[in-house]
T-cell receptor, first 114, second 114 residues
């Protein structure tokens, strides 16, 4: 049973560019959450998608946007990249009606902004 | 609002010694509490979670944690450290809404010496 798949694994972008990160949830999961983990820090919640809508959002600027597709996969888009956006971006999937927050995390995408 | 404080950014133990990683939380509502482990260049793996059943929670790889409401603590322990336990450990809290966002601590790097 496949877990959470994220692509690409590594990415280098130039300041000011735009980037799209992708996530395929664990089979049977319908909810996708995104987290940003800066070097030496704990992950920080960006937003969560369920039924193709953003359900919760953390304290991130509008440059961060997302999308969920009918097959439950998700994209994270970041516009006008800043050096401070360099981080490991983690996707976590879960099943909404199970509750108790049983998240499964992917291995992440390492974004470097130069 | 919720927050997590992990006491000690680095903990070093000898192989076979007791592992104790400290976590204190702040939450205005009854929380769910989690411990995750992260190996280098990997995502997060759930060790254990507290969701209001028994206050002593047993997880994978011999780890356990005890929820102490009066102390607002959820410390992680393992009786005997193994070299393979060397990793970074994160404590996290969420509210009890289905798929509530996780708020993570800063992490504790565990080093195990032979």
């Amino acid at each position: 049973d496949a877990g959470v798949t994220q692509s690409p694994t590594h990415l280098i972008k130039t300041r000011g560019q735009q980037v799209t990160l992708r996530c395929s949830p664990k089979s049977g999961h319908d909810t996708v959450s995104w987290y940003q983990q800066a070097l030496g820090q704990g992950p920080q919640f960006i937003f969560q998608y369920y039924e193709e809508e953003e359900r919760q959002r953390g304290n991130f600027p509008d440059r961060f946007s997302g999308h969920q597709f009918p097959n439950y996969s998700s994209e994270l888009n970041v516009n006008a990249l800043l050096l401070g956006d360099s981080a490991l971006y983690l996707c976590a999937s879960s099943l909404m009606d199970r509750g108790r927050n049983g998240y499964t995390f992917g291995s992440g995408t390492r974004l470097t902004v130069v | 609002a919720q927050s997590v404080t992990q006491l000690g950014s680095h903990v070093s133990v000898s192989e076979g010694a007791l592992v104790l990683l400290r976590c204190n939380y702040s939450s205005s509502v009854p929380p769910y509490l989690f411990w995750y482990v992260q190996y280098p260049n990997q995502g997060l793996q759930l060790l254990l979670k507290y969701t209001s059943a028994a206050t002593l929670v047993k997880g994978i790889n011999g780890f356990e944690a005890e929820f102490k409401k009066s102390e607002t603590s959820f410390h992680l322990t393992k009786p005997s450290a193994h070299m393979s336990d060397a990793a970074e450990y994160f404590c996290a809290v969420s509210d009890r809404t289905p798929n509530g966002k996780l708020t993570f601590g800063q992490g504790t790097i565990l080093t195990v010496h032979p």
